[in-house]
């Protein structure tokens, strides 16, 4: 969760088991939770450690890692899609298989949704902000 680009549910997709953790939320099963919460916790401050370790002796390297991350995402989390295929996934859900990504104007014309480019923007602009804010705001370190 830490690193940009890699959320919660995905790791928890890619060990197979966002199903079991969303079937516990629904059922209340508090101690599964709770070891998954303990599980994060204990995850994030390791990782967070390495990864302050990793800046600290290998700046360049592992700022143009994270970059490399960031920017290999971009087609994943790309908000105009359209989807080509679909397949069944275990709960017998119908789930995209294979999307295209599109522009803004392609996605109206295709899709028949509004594009939304100006909210877009907006959140774009707020990131942007937030993130010079904290560096601004942030204790300066030598």
Do not use: C
């Not at 080509?84 to 295709?110: H, K």
């Amino acid at each position: 969760m830490i690193l940009p680009g890699i959320s919660g549910s995905f790791i928890l997709l890619l060990l197979g088991m966002y199903s079991p953790i969303l079937d516990a939320v629904h059922q209340g099963q508090w101690d599964m939770l709770g070891l998954l919460a303990l599980g994060a916790i204990v995850g994030l401050l390791s990782f967070s450690h390495l990864l302050s370790w990793l800046l600290e002796r290998f700046y360049a390297v592992t700022l143009a890692f994270l970059t490399g991350l960031m920017l290999g995402t971009l087609g994943k989390i790309w908000p105009w899609k359209h989807t080509l295929t679909w397949r069944t996934n275990s709960s017998g859900e119908q789930v995209p298989l294979m999307q295209d990504n599109l522009l803004p104007g392609a996605y109206e014309a295709i899709v028949g949704h509004p594009a939304q480019v100006g909210l877009a923007v907006i959140a774009m602009i707020t990131g942007f902000v937030l993130v010079l804010l904290l560096e601004r705001f942030s204790p300066k370190q030598d």
